[in-house]
């Protein structure tokens, strides 16, 4: 059974980087054709993608985030990580990592196989 869990700080201050780490179990991030996702629902709002790594190791990037985002992954871990530079209050969230097969993503949380249980981000001086 694959299992997703998020760690990483709960507060960050404006104009500093967040960071959080995705740590896999149960199943290989490198398995042909998973996608791994970092999707983030704003309080009051509904989710947003922020970007995936892919098992071969390409990224994608949401166009409204992608000068201020980065995922990277640590293969000997199983982990993969998100980093959002320069944030605001605006960016306070729960973050969640999720997976699933094939790239696409409709906007619903029914099309992946795979959810972390979120973890509460805020973003406050």
């Known amino acids: 059974q694959v299992q997703l869990q998020e760690s990483g700080p709960g507060l960050v201050k404006p104009s500093q980087t967040l960071s959080l780490t995705c740590t896999v179990s149960?199943?290989?991030?490198?398995?042909?054709?998973?996608?791994w996702s970092w999707i983030r629902q704003p309080p009051g709002k509904g989710l947003e993608r922020i970007g995936y790594i892919a098992y071969s190791g390409n990224t994608y990037y949401s166009p409204s985030l992608k000068s201020r985002t980065s995922i990277s992954r640590d293969t000997s871990k199983n982990q993969f990580t998100l980093q959002l530079s320069s944030v605001t209050p605006e960016d306070t969230a729960v973050y969640y990592c999720?997976?699933?097969?094939?790239?696409?993503?409709?906007?619903?949380?029914?099309?992946?196989?795979?959810w972390g249980q979120g973890t509460q981000v805020t973003v406050s001086s």
């Open positions: 999720a997976g699933r097969a094939g790239a696409d993503w409709s906007g619903s949380r029914n099309d992946y196989e795979y």
């Open positions: 149960g199943g290989s991030i490198t398995k042909n054709y998973y996608y």
